[in-house]
Structure formats: C-alpha cells, structure tokens
C-alpha cells in the first residue's frame, strides 16, 4: 500500500507536468513560428520479487514472474518543428519559412538566436529587425530611398532605387537548420539556442540542400492544434483524478489497517 502512494505520487506529479506543457502550447497558439511542445514519460524502476524464467520445479519455470512497478518520471519535453499554418499578410518585411530552416538573429550578447518567427520590420537605421528590434544575420541595410522591396524564395533582397532605372541587390536572407532541431534550446522571445544535442547550425540558402522556401507577405503561425491540447488537457485533467483516487484508496486500506485489534 506504501508503494500505491508513492507510485500514484509520481502519477500526479507526471500529470501536472502534462498540464503545465498543455497550458503552454494553447497560450501561444497565436504565436507567430511558435511550436509545440510535448511531454514525454518513462515508467520507473521495477521491484522484482519472482524473476521470469525462474524455475517452479525441476522441469518447468515461471513464464512471467512478479514485478511490480513504481511510478513514472517525466523523461523530457520535445518540440515538434511541423510547419505551421501561412497566414497572408501583405507585408512586404513579413517572411514565411515554407520548409526546414531557421533565421538568424544577433541577439545583445553579441550570439546567434534562431527563430522561425519572420515578422521583420526596418529600424531607423534602415537595417532588417525582428519585433524586439534584434537584427536579421547577416545583415540587410534597407536605405529610405529604395522601394518596391522584393524579397524572392531563395532569400536574394532587392528594391527599386529613384537615382536607377535597374533593381539593386539589397543582401541575401541565409537559414540554417540543424541535425536534431528537438534539440535546441528555447531562450523565449521566438527564438532558439544551439545546443550540445542540436548539432551546430548548417547554413545554406533558402530552397537549396533542403531548406525551406521563403514566402514574402507571409507569417507562419503556430503549429498547435487546439483541438488536440484541449483532448489533452482533458485526458490529463482526468488522470491526475484518477491517481489522486488511488492515494485515497491507498490511504482508506492503511486507516483500515490501523483500526484492527
């Protein structure tokens, strides 16, 4: 009965974990290149009171033995880097990654971020920013005088000067991506850091080598399902009842036992 306790203690606490992952995906469903996160869990260590394969009698052995489990442990939590929906926005600076890869961001330490959030703006400096006002990798300097911005699916910039006839090339838009993308580790603000399990970072141009395309006056949204993290939640919700019923139990036949003369 101790071990019921214990075991169903374990079962609540992987539970919450559940929840709280849950509660953070249906929170940043609206989030620009967010993606999901899932829990994964491990059952814990066995307490083996007749082995399998032990022998009951000179000529025969035990086809499966006793062992008794003691719990769950929350092993990890994965992203999953499916590609979201592409929302329309007609932004000129909004970038959609159709596809694997990430940008590359600078971020005020001086190190690289990764995002997939595209939405980019042009500071006062003319230089491609994110939300934060954290620049594009490498940089693209955008001066006032161009227009027309163009931003092609191989990631080439180029824009309509007023002193020449021809389009000038602004920069180029380079992503990365990674060997185990699950691996990297999220810094918040939309944006990735390397990893010992990520891998270094590949870097490439967009629709080359497998990355991904980029879609001008395009957003990726996240890839959360709400439908899904609802069910979710809902399942969690109900094996955290169902384990706290079992400490209830667990505690009823203890109190029992305790009454006994």
Do not use: W
């Not at 996160?37 to 033995?65: C, V, W």
């Not at 620049?135 to 227009?147: G, M």
């Not at 870097?203 to 395309?213: S, T």
């Amino acid at each position: 009965m101790l071990r019921a306790l214990h075991s169903a203690a374990t079962g609540m606490e992987a539970q919450q974990t559940y929840i709280d992952v849950t509660s953070n995906n249906l929170a940043n469903v609206n989030t620009t290149g967010y993606k999901k996160s899932r829990a994964n869990f491990h059952d814990l260590m066995y307490q083996i009171q007749k082995a399998p394969g032990g022998a009951t009698s000179q000529a025969t052995e035990a086809p499966t033995g006793i062992q008794i489990g003691l719990g769950v442990r929350t092993a990890s939590t994965q992203k999953e880097f499916a590609t979201g929906s592409l929302k329309t926005t007609g932004n000129f600076f909004d970038v959609a990654i159709q596809g694997d890869g990430f940008f590359q961001i600078t971020t005020p330490d001086g190190q690289i971020g990764y995002a997939r959030d595209g939405a980019f703006h042009r500071d006062e400096n003319g230089q491609m920013v994110n939300a934060n006002g954290l620049p594009l990798e490498p940089a693209i300097t955008i001066p006032v005088e161009v227009t027309n911005i163009t931003i092609g699916q191989d990631g080439t910039v180029t824009g309509q000067s007023s002193t020449q006839a021809e389009p000038i090339q602004l920069g180029q838009i380079q992503t990365v991506n990674f060997v185990n993308p699950a691996g990297l580790l999220a810094a918040g603000g939309n944006l990735y850091k390397e990893s010992g399990s990520s891998g270094p970072p590949i870097i490439g141009n967009p629709g080359e080598n497998g990355f991904g395309v980029l879609n001008q006056g395009f957003l990726e949204m996240s890839n959360v399902q709400v439908v899904e993290e609802m069910i979710n939640l809902i399942t969690a919700q109900r094996a955290f009842e169902f384990n706290s019923k079992a400490v209830q139990a667990a505690d009823g036949m203890l109190r029992e036992l305790g009454q006994l003369r």
